[in-house]
């Protein structure tokens, strides 16, 4: 066991130094010039753009740069924004909003995930399974800002039942429509993952064994079926979470969540390289992290696992 946890952990380094790579990449090869837009209009006196220069080391060549980043970075210092802040103390005000909204997203996506795959498992070919076939496959299809701003349209305009924008409010109340707004995609995909699930163990042959013994039919399929129906939906909540903190930027920008994703949407917008890189990396680092998690959990339960 100890020897799969090291070639997993040693299987993380290239991931994390990759992406990095790239995305540091993408920074430093994107149109503009970041000092020129941290002024606007005005004009930037030389001695000026020599310091910033010095200061974030725009003057050296980009591996001499992304080195250096590297090198601060495993020191826990991921850069300094142009507001003056370091990148550390942004990510770290921001990380607790995101999770939030994550987490109020997951916890709404499983429940009503697996409710309805369960449901339409056990009813396969009725007009509930059918209906939500086809509304999986809408909600996979259409792209989640559009549903961000139907619904901000509906609930927060029309109706009044939401707030429009979540501001620096991120209370309970204020994200319950953003968070079903994240959870809609990973919604369409538990219900669909749960529904092959059920519809795969109702013919197992446990379950066979189980109605021969006289059981009740509610119970072969809460004891039986749903138990282990559940167990690939286990593993893809887990990886979903770092998903849905990575994919709360779109989320963040559109409902105006103070969150990691609005702080990467934000900086994107001004050129500003140190917190877009700072806040990826983090995001990469969560991502891995629980992937690395999933896997061992999995080796764990599943000793043929760790000797592939």
Known sequence: MWWYVGRRLLQTIPVIL????????????????????????????EAVRAQIASQYNLDDPFLVQWLKYLGNALTGDFGTAFSGRPVADLVATAFPVTLKLALMALVIEATLGI??????????????DSTMLLVSLFVI??????????????FGVKLGWAPITVGGDASF??????????GLTSFAYILRLTRSSVVDNLTADHVRTARA?????????????????????????????????????????IFNVPGIGRLAFSAVQRGEGPTVVGVVTVMVLIYVLMSLLVDLLYALLDPRIRYA
């Open 115 to 128: 409710a309805a795959g369960f449901y339409a498992g056990i009813r396969r070919g009725g007009i509930f």
């Open 173 to 182: 109340g204020r994200l319950i429509l953003p968070a079903i707004v994240l």
């Open 18 to 45: 990759g992406s990095t790579f790239i995305v540091y990449g993408l920074v430093f090869l994107s149109p503009g010039d970041p000092i020129g837009a941290l002024f606007g209009e005005k004009a930037v006196p």
């Open 141 to 154: 299809a259409v792209p989640i800002f559009v549903f961000g701003f139907v619904m901000q349209l509906i």
């Open 213 to 253: 013994k006289g059981l009740s039919s509610g119970t072969v399929n809460r004891r039986h079926v749903l138990r282990n129906s559940l167990i690939p939906v286990t593993t893809y909540l887990g990886t979903d979470l770092g998903t849905l903190m990575a994919g709360a930027i779109v989320t963040e920008g």
